[in-house]
């Protein structure tokens, strides 16, 4: 057998993403995304793969463009439909399973997400954008010199760019026709389409009937008649909203939110149920204390429900890692299928027996994966798109460790050591503190650039300081009103850990981060020399004239304690520029240009 290599940063090549597990209808095959970075586009490249659930074939390649994502079984099992940027911009496509060409169905300009099949499958709902607005790289002649005219506080978005008047809104198209009809309008954001069983009525999020610029966290889940007509809303939110999700019975509506209004950003979403008539909704998963959605908010499908409709399944992430949980009616929430490894998008067998879902760990590249629920029994690896990798390059170990920050609070971290490490000998120790500060280390991607790192001889500290998720509202909280304080605090003290124990060479410590955690490395070497260098990624580095100008701009008012003027000594005092003067360590500041927060 050929001896393993260390990992290399050109491995990123050789590293394969999978993502968005769907089951067929009869349960027995499953169709995932596969992407992968291409090296002479400089793009990543993602198609569609079809895999049997009983895993006694390799996995085959439904589509073979370079843009597919999205599958989305018909009821029948005969077609997938799913999104492709084989043009200009993202449109709907259909395409028989058992071959033949791929058909459009939309030519939206600004393109289409999110689509659903109607129970009886004649139809598919999606979202699209409206508006006429042309982005400032597009625009031509004396168009270009036209001003971007902004008329709401969080007027732009990662990865999406400029809203100007564009809106999202649902739509239904007509499968063999391909006539298309517009069930909401107006000046609203409206998202996560949900076809009730019975095929009458479609449920979806909209921050309508809100004041964005006032309650800028704050959604509702609505229906409307997939035949058309006015929207009606079901839940009386006080908070955020995501990814409604009917009960096989079609008596209620589950969904991933809160009812904490703009306090809610620290806060965990909480599994919500509410009937599908409306009412008041109520958390089924508020005794676990932990995020439903996985990381740091609730993405891909993070809720499915049980065939008898007496309970639901959602993903919660729980310190560090995200489980499979399974609540009843009246909230027993319970974990159902754990493991080191974060879980970002799930399935059920029919049955109810068994998940199909994407997973990851630092250790353990992206694959789909089918687990028995209750034992995790009868794993089978469905996708083996990393098996290649890993079977050339040897990677480090992690593992958890905790220790005690200045005020007694014990306080979690991971730490990744690179391949062959020797108890007793003192390594170069590089320290990456996460953004947020809502949100969690190991994080649900590969981190090849800790691999690279750990293959060149260096620990690397991933701690999970007060602010972070995972770990119940009470630690996440701590931050509020405190930036730079106590998790500073407690940044060093995992620092100062990992030196008394004879794993780190005080004398070659090393700090980064992006967004927040961009923020933190940057206060961290404006108040200690202690750190050989820092890389700065993104960061907040003037609270006050920063405030406002993010696509999260309601943010800062919560976390630090009002507005600017209601409190500019605190937003003075935390803002690392003020310190700078002290700073005397290297530093390397990053910024990608398509970063708008």
Sequence with gaps: MPRKRRFRPDDIYELKNVSDPQLSPDGTQVAYCLSWPDRDSDSTHVSIFVAPLNGRSPARRFTHGTKDHTPRWSPDGRYLAFVSDRGDKSQLFVAPLDGGEARQLTKRKWGVSQPAWSPDGDRLAFVARTGNFTPPKERKGLEKAAPIVVRDLRYKLDGIGFFDRRRTHIFVANVDSGEQTQLTSGDYFDDHPAWSPNGRTIAFVSDRERDRNQRQFRTDVWTVPAAGGRPRKITRSRGAASLPTYSPDGKYVAYAGHEHGDEGVAKNPHLMLVSARGGAPRSLSAATDRPVGGWPWAIGQAISWGPSSRSVYFLAADRGTVAIYRAGLRGDAQKVLDGERQIESFVLTPDGKRAVFAAVWPTRPWEIYAAALGNGRRETNLSHANDGFLARVELGDIRRT???????????????????????????????????????????????????????????????????????????????????????????????????????????????????????????????????????????????????????????????????????????????????????TPVLLVHHEGDLR
Excluded: Q
Aim: glycine share 14%; hydrophobic share 35%; with cysteine.
């Design 402 to 584: 905790t220790y005690k920050a200045p005020d007694g609070l014990t306080i979690e971290s991971f730490v990744m050591y690179p391949p062959g490490y020797k108890r007793g000998r003192r390594y170069p120790l590089a320290v990456n503190v996460h953004g947020g500060p809502h949100s969690y280390h190991p994080g649900s991607r590969a981190m090849t650039d800790f691999h690279a790192l750990t293959a060149r001889g260096y620990v690397v500290l991933l701690p999970n300081p007060r602010g972070s998720t995972s770990y119940g509202d009470a630690l996440s909280e701590m931050v509020v009103g405190d930036w730079a304080g106590g998790d500073y605090g407690d940044i060093l003290a995992a620092v100062d850990s990992l030196v008394a124990k004879g794993v780190a060479d005080p004398e070659r410590l090393y700090i980064g981060g992006y967004s927040y955690g961009g923020y933190m490395a940057i206060w961290a070497v404006a108040h200690t020399d202690r750190f050989r260098a820092a890389l700065v990624g993104a960061p907040v580095a003037n609270l006050v004239s920063s405030f406002g100008t993010g696509d999260i701009p309601g943010l800062d008012i919560h976390e630090l304690g009002g507005l600017p003027h209601e409190n500019m000594a605190f937003y003075v005092e935390r803002s690392p520029t003020t310190h700078l003067a002290n700073c005397k």
